[in-house]
């Protein structure tokens, strides 16, 4: 029966292919206009799709915690049966003239326009499967890789995983050739075996793309920002920025300089990739040690009161739950405590990857997290309550809603909080610092702490979708994916690799949000609103002072104002989701409170960078000079 329809199905296709063109209307109508009877669709459609959206997430989550092929097949099924419900409601939505709703019921105009979406269900089923095989399969070649100890011929001695072995050494270690060599190990094992399946994956997501209607499937991506101008919104934000930006790198450049002597970094050149502390080379905040300043102030990293204290994953969890709560926001539901994954698991492969997830049944919510007792791990664990939090103050929502006002506002909630956890009064507060510098040496110091995360992620948060965004229109060729990725990582961030990379390599994809199909965006969009967020909340909570020292922790106001932003979820534009918590003030993205945050950073900077070359310049992307 299968063999048949599918073969009928194949002879049209031979019949028609030149003429037929499954393109759908983005946005289609139709000619019902009953609106009794559109009410009552949105309603019965959006139980099924809470039904729907919750064993999706049953059977996602249960691959994702336990990378088995049997897992991955039954995730797969359920894909399947997804898009098929996907297309069942498009095709009753698209039936409405839903359109004629715009200026009377704007709601329900937002509600139909986001089920005239097909998104990939426009796919035939057979290609929808390799599209989600695809991004299952690179997933686990990302979840699964690994890589050798230096100087081993044993295969056994092959066990480093990103989480928590390759992440720590790039922390912790300083020896250059041990660095380079995990660098491009991890390369090796991930990138560079998903080339041909990256390729495949862009031909698909294309393909589902202009069938709804996009050029593309960066513009498809894009759509999630409703706007016209986004790409020059984001330009404009990142050409704000740039200039602090590289005030920093010229100063960790020098400081590397001298780390390095025997690496010969050019004192006008770009930074070599394996040393900022982090694999991506994205934070940099790990290498606090060898820019700081003035080391007998030293408090910046509470990481040793953390260990000295004892504290394990679920300490960590509690923690901040309570900040949370004390802004009298919602804490965490009983299934989130009970089923929720935050230690690594022994017994079998899993994503590590920290995530947050949604389970649409109002109360099951759970984070999955490889956690360490470190700062950087207790700051990720607020990133990830952030999600949740949201999750709960939008649950009431019809299913459409249930998303951020853009998808930067998710990224944003739990950072924000984590701005007030990072000052050096609530890290005493909490008894997580022993003692408190109060003079311009000690606000340096945390100020570049801070930047060193904050700043140097700017460009990379940047970079990675104008790549992919190059790579779905094809103004980057198949043959030049990684060229172009080194150019970008040059211009954008002034990073050269340490190894010899060549267009077999494909290093973008060594990042997990790459091979795991997830848009980054977001995080550009989330460092610049949460600095804008938290100014508000600040303002809502009365503080006075330099935006750098505001801590809203208990702050009723402030959690009043949040949750009137969170809990409108994406049932209105996110332009009007600024307007709420801005109390007006704008509703635009804007970089002004990120660089109010850091200013006598800024200008401290200025003055120890005074002669030295700021920027940089390669003839060669592909390698350090
Ligand atoms: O992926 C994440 C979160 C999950 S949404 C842990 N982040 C980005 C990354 O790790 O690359 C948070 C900041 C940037
Ligand atoms: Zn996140």
New binding site residues.
Partial sequence: MLFLTSLVLQMMCLIFSASVDNRVERYKSGAIRDKEAALKFLEVNDKRAAEMANKMAISTWKYQSNLTEANKQEMLEMLQEQAQFTKETWEKATSFAWKDFKESYATVYRWFKKLAVLGTAALSEEKLNELNKLSADMQDIYAKAKVCRPNVTDNAKCDLAIEPELTEMLMNSRDYDLLKHIWAGWRDATGKEMKDKFLRYVELSNEAAVLNGFEDAGEMWREAYESETFQDEVEDLWKTIEPFYKQLHAYVRRKLIRQYPGADIKPDGPIPAHLLGNMWA?TWGNIFDVVNPYPEKKFVDVTDVMLEKKMTPLDMFKMSEDFFTSLGLIEMTPEFWRRSIIEKPTDREMVC???AWDFYDQKDFRIKMCTRVNMEDLI?IH??MGHIEYFQQYAKQPVVFRDGANPGFH?AVGDVLALSVATPNHLKKIGLLKEVFEDHEAEINNLLSMALDKIAFVPFGYLIDVWRWKVFSGEISEEELNSKWWDLRLKYQGLCPPVRRTDEDLDAASK??VAADVPYIR?FVSYVIQFQFHKALCDAAGHEGPLHKCDIYQNKEAGTLLSSMLSLGNSVHWKAAMSVITEGKTDKMDAGPMLEYFRPLMEWLEEQNEGETIGWTSEDPMMCP
Avoid: D, I, R
Wanted: proline letters at 0%; glycine letters at 0%; hydrophobic letters at 10%.
């Fill in positions: 994205q990857h920290a995530s990720t990133h990830e990224e997990y949000h995080y």
